[in-house]
């Protein structure tokens, strides 16, 4: 199998992905072993495309009647607390997904042919969220230096291009998800970042219905959707002590809760990027999506 350094530890090629080498032992075991359940709600990203918010929206949103938005969970938990990843042993087991209640939110940044095919036949449903490939691979550098500060952004953005990153190559992670959702929408919900930002309120509405907890009369006269948004902010979330302070501790990986916070803007690659490297990676991702009917609109 190849084998790359990767950002923050050495992946190896699996099935056309670049897999965590460390991780590739449970992934493989997951995908003979993982019983999925179709109350599930599996939340699949890319690194870097919003993982996060995705994790405090959806949690938020499932969770809605069990807490008051004064003495929110998310107030003094990391998102990444509250919603495990698939591939990622946590509180340092391995089977602690079997012990959570129905129904799980869960989330990974595999692509969907790795993804147990279990899953698929099961009929649970899954939330993909993208984002601009520009922002992702300047946001995946800025995270990567925090383990290796000597990272060039030009040697980054090279690998990126040649389709060297987690789950990458990007376009093919972001393909796949995209075509299922084409051919089981009510099952698969594709997301972009950009539009999420631009229409927080009514993609809450959307996520909300999708996982079949439709906002009702009195909750919309109440502006639930609009509270949801206001404790997902960037803003809101980066703020608290929790995750100023807090350290994420899943398996052997352990990072401080703020790297999953930077910016939290649209557009910040024009800050990183010549815009020749702009419009080499917007030609790379157009070429290789062509055909989809799926586009980034130029940023
Ligand atoms: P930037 O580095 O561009 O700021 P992930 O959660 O998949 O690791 O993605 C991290 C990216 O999402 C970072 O992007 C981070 O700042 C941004 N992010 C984190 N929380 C967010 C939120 N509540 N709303 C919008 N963006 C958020």
Redesign the pocket.
């Known amino acids: 199998l190849p084998r790359q350094r990767g950002f923050l530890r050495p992946i190896r090629m699996y099935k056309g992905f670049w897999v965590t080498e460390s991780l590739l032992p449970r992934v493989l075991a997951l995908q003979d072993h993982f019983k999925p359940r179709p109350s599930d709600l599996i939340l699949v990203?890319?690194?870097?495309?919003?993982?996060?918010?995705?994790?405090?929206?959806l949690f938020a949103i499932m969770n809605r009647t069990n807490y008051t938005f004064a003495q929110h969970p998310l107030l003094t938990r990391n998102?990444h607390e509250c919603v495990p990843f698939l591939e990622i042993p946590f509180r340092n087991r391995f089977s602690d997904l079997e012990a959570i209640p129905p129904p799980r939110l869960l989330a990974t940044h595999l692509p969907y042919s790795i993804l147990a095919s279990s899953v698929a036949d099961c009929g649970c449903r899954l939330v993909y969220?993208c984002?601009d490939p520009k922002?992702?691979v300047?946001?995946?550098w800025?995270?990567a230096r925090k383990d290796r500060p000597d990272m060039r952004l030009s040697e980054a953005f090279e690998s990126f291009c040649e389709g060297v990153s987690l789950s990458g190559p990007i376009w093919d992670h972001i393909l796949e998800y995209w075509r299922e959702s084409l051919r089981r929408s009510e099952k698969v919900l594709f997301l972009k970042?950009e539009e999420?930002?631009a229409e927080p309120v009514g993609n809450v509405r959307r996520l909300a219905e999708f996982v079949g907890r439709p906002f009702s009369e009195e909750e919309e006269k109440d502006g639930v959707a609009e509270e949801i948004v206001q404790l997902?902010?960037?803003?809101?979330?980066?703020s608290s002590e929790v995750n100023k302070k807090g350290i994420y501790e899943a398996g052997e990986i352990t990072l401080p809760h703020e790297s999953?916070?930077?910016?939290?803007?649209v557009g910040?690659w024009t800050n990183h990027l010549s815009r020749e490297m702009g419009e080499k990676l917007d030609r790379i991702v157009q070429e290789k999506l062509a055909g989809s009917g799926l586009s980034f609109r130029a940023s």
Do not use: I, N
């Open positions: 990203t890319q690194p870097k495309s919003g993982t996060t918010w995705l994790k405090a929206l998102p969220l984002r922002d992702v300047v946001s995946l800025h995270f970042y999420m930002m997902c902010r960037f803003e809101k979330l980066s999953f916070f930077r910016k939290g803007q910040d």
